[in-house]
Structures are given as C-alpha cells and as structure tokens.
C-alpha cells in the first residue's frame, strides 16, 4: 500500500530553519506609519527595516521568503499614543512617545517632530531588541522585540545596554542562541 499523495503537496511549504535576528542595537530605516485604533487607544504603527550593517534588509528578506498568502510585514513597532488623562499608564506612554521622537530628531540632521507621522518614512533611528516571548494557540515561542529607542549614533558607537527579555509569567527564559523554525511571528 502507497502513501496518497494529498491536493496540495506541491505548495506546501515545509518547515525551515531561519534567520534569527540577534538581541543588540540596530539602525532601523522607517518604511512608513499609520496611525491605529486598537483595545488600548491610539497607536502609531510603524514600519521598518535595518538599514546598516550585517543584517541590513532583514525584515525584507523575511518577508520576501515568507511563503504564506497572508503574509505581513514583519518589522512593525507599535507606539502608544498618550490619552493626556493624567493616569499612571499615559505617564509611561508620554515618556516613551518623546523618547521615540527624541530619538528620530537625533537621528535626522533638520528633522523636528511636528505631529505628522507621515513624514516618518525615510527616517532612520536607533533600536535597541530584545526577545518577548509570546504564546498562540497553546504555543510558546520567542519573538526579537524592539524594546528601546534611541539615537542612531549611539547605535552605531556601541553605546547601549540589552534590557531583559519580556517574558510571559510561569515560563522559562529565551535560551541563548535559539533558533525559531516556525515561519513567521504573530504581529
């Protein structure tokens, strides 16, 4: 008795080792941003790739080798929009929306903020990644997540510290050197 070959065999992708973007500080390149309403308020969504060195385009090589019909855009940033409410949560989002808009004005020689997020794109900045580890359908995974920004010239100085990773509660750190063999990661 054979093996029935199923409908889709040709198509179907099998599972790959990939790339794993490494904890460290990178120069991103923005793509572009919208602005978004999610379960928490107003958010910039912002795309981008890295712009310098070794792993310069990896977002678009992961993008580019993503087999899926419903692929997205891996490189995206989410910047909460403070709500001016006074709380302790739009404390922490005011600071980290100036410390993002700080960093773009560093970044960019004559740039200055002036709460047009499209004339993001095409600006560099510097990020600083570490992982978040994220579950899905009873799945538990690592993801690199952009956790700091910061001046590009720092970046490229070497000046900047990996925060810890973010991980969810009850369950192991990052393993040092992993490698994540499921295509894409759930943004």
Do not use: C
């Amino acid at each position: 008795m054979a093996i029935k070959k199923f409908a889709d065999y040709d198509k179907t992708t099998s599972y790959r080792e990939r790339e794993q973007l490494p904890r460290g500080g990178y120069v991103l390149t923005i793509l572009g941003a919208r602005v978004q309403e999610n379960q928490y308020g107003q958010s910039v969504k912002i795309a981008f790739d890295i712009a310098e060195g070794e792993y310069k385009g990896f977002f678009q090589r992961q993008y580019d080798a993503d087999s899926r019909e419903d692929k997205k855009w891996p490189g995206t940033f989410l910047l909460p929009v403070p709500d001016d409410d006074g709380s302790e949560r739009d404390g922490w989002t005011k600071r980290r929306f100036r410390t993002f808009t700080d960093a773009l004005e560093e970044s960019n020689d004559g740039y200055r903020f002036d709460w047009d997020e499209s004339k993001f794109k095409g600006l560099l900045v510097g990020m600083i990644f570490n992982y978040r580890q994220y579950e899905i359908n009873d799945r538990v995974g690592f993801a690199p997540n952009p956790a700091r920004p910061v001046p590009a010239q720092q970046i490229r100085e070497g000046r900047f510290k990996v925060p810890e990773d973010k991980l969810l509660k009850g369950h192991a750190p990052v393993p040092q050197g992993f490698t994540q063999v499921e295509e894409g990661i759930p943004f």
